[in-house]
């Protein structure tokens, strides 16, 4: 190999180590273009090739390696690659499976593929959207580390990196990060605090055993005295805080009865304050659901206001992401029904929590699948409305292309349209939209 040539090859395996192959490839080029036999670098041309899914392109350049050098290595990855065109097809039939949101079998036909090295940047970042869609982010995120440690500049697998970000699991891992600084730090500042209350009690217990010896120079008669005032002014005020009482109870009462007529009316349920006092309590979320979710807001009194949303903010950070998850895992079984309550559950309450988007399109997606199509679109309809960038607007869009074809030919190609014109290079650009479109 020449010095120039082995400069070149050097740079161009430094390139793909930081992640730039489409940069090394260029490399490649121009090595190859001072000396075209060069082996080493026609080996790593065809595997730089190789990996981004260009089979055809890759085999040319080791059979032409095999041609002018009679290189064995070239002639091994030659039969090795033979059976990468079954992988293609795979890879090919999970994207077709992806459109249709058919994650277990992309999954699967995914996980097959990556048994090679061949495709490695779509395939995980294939991976990558499966896991994503499943709620499973932390995985999600280790497949697109895995694509953007070989092409750092790959579009699709930064966008769904910056999702999983603002979205996913690696957000949540940042957040524990950050837990176990802060509970660290309240350890320390509770022992600090513990030691300064531990040294005050003794100083006043010190000077306290100092007053009662002094206090002991009081006679006998002045104590006696004392006393006798003291028992006279308890009765008193006994008496006092005894029809004090009885006063409270009997207004109490009569604020009871009022706070739940009036918290009871134009509704079907009472604001019962006790009741949930106690669920919130004992964290009693299902309960807590049940109750709540039937209370007109408008009609609560202002005295209960604090604690209808002591519940309802208990509900959205304890509640909301386990009826999601739970929701999520009857959609994978394809259990449709119970997935539709569980995701009921978590819509009404998810109103500034992190998962909101999530539980918006798996909504939408599950109340397709039951063949509610109306409200299917009403929901895919608000998703896109409030992430018209979001991590599910090229399947919304895909899916509200989809269902409105029967019923609004027009709305239906606005969707499609705008499907194309955002997305050009979306995996959910179809025979399917493109014969809307035409139609």
């Not at 790593?44 to 064995?72: C, H, S």
């Not at 018209?388 to 499609?416: F, H, I, Q, R, W």
Request: aromatic letters at 10%.
């Amino acid at each position: 190999m020449e010095k120039k040539s082995r400069k070149l090859y050097e740079k161009a395996m430094s390139l793909y180590e930081q992640g730039k192959i489409d940069n090394a490839l260029d490399i490649c080029e121009l090595a190859l273009s001072e000396e075209l036999n060069n082996s080493s670098i026609l080996n790593f041309k065809g595997m730089l090739l190789y990996q981004k899914g260009r089979l055809n392109e890759a085999i040319t350049v080791w059979k032409l390696n095999k041609e002018l050098n009679n290189d064995t290595i070239a002639s091994n990855y030659i039969k090795d690659a033979q059976s990468d065109f079954e992988r293609l097809d795979l890879y090919e039939r999970s994207e077709e499976a992806l459109k249709k949101l058919n994650i277990e079998l992309a999954l699967e036909l995914l996980s097959r593929c990556a048994l090679s090295d061949f495709n490695s940047i779509k395939v995980n970042t294939g991976l990558a959207i499966c896991y994503q869609k499943k709620g499973d982010y932390s995985k999600a995120y280790d497949y697109i580390e895995k694509a953007l440690k070989i092409d750092c500049n790959d579009k699709e697998a930064i966008r769904i990196q910056k999702e999983l970000i603002d979205f996913g699991g690696y957000k949540l891992k940042k957040k524990s990060s950050k837990k176990i600084i802060l509970s660290t730090i309240l350890f320390i500042t509770i022992i600090i605090i513990c030691s300064f209350i531990t040294l005050f009690m003794r100083n006043n217990y010190e000077n306290l055993f100092n007053n009662k010896s002094s206090n002991n120079l009081i006679t006998s008669n002045d104590k006696e005295k004392n006393l006798n005032k003291e028992n006279s002014d308890s009765r008193k005020q006994d008496k006092k805080d005894e029809m004090d009482n009885k006063k409270a109870e009997t207004d109490e009462e009569m604020r009871s009865d009022e706070d739940n007529n009036n918290d009871n009316e134009n509704t079907g349920t009472v604001f019962d304050a006790e009741k949930i006092k106690g669920l919130i309590s004992n964290k009693n979320i299902d309960a807590l659901v049940d109750e709540v979710r039937g209370i007109n807001k408008e009609n609560i009194r202002s005295e209960n206001i604090y604690l209808y949303r002591q519940a309802v903010n208990l509900i959205n950070s304890e509640g909301v992401v386990n009826y999601y998850n739970m929701g999520l895992e009857y959609y994978n079984q394809k259990d449709y029904e119970n997935a539709e309550i569980e995701f009921d559950k978590a819509y009404d309450f998810c109103e500034n929590n992190d998962y909101k988007e999530h539980i918006l399109f798996y909504r939408a997606s599950n109340l397709s699948m039951l063949m509610k199509n109306e409200l299917a679109i009403k929901q895919y309809e608000e998703y896109y409305k409030e992430y018209p960038t979001g991590a599910y607007t090229e399947g919304a869009l895909y899916e509200l292309a989809m269902l409105t074809n029967s019923v609004d030919k027009e709305k239906s190609k606005a969707y499609a349209n705008e499907l194309i014109n955002k997305f050009p290079g979306s995996i959910y650009i179809n025979d399917y939209i493109v014969n809307i479109l035409n139609s």
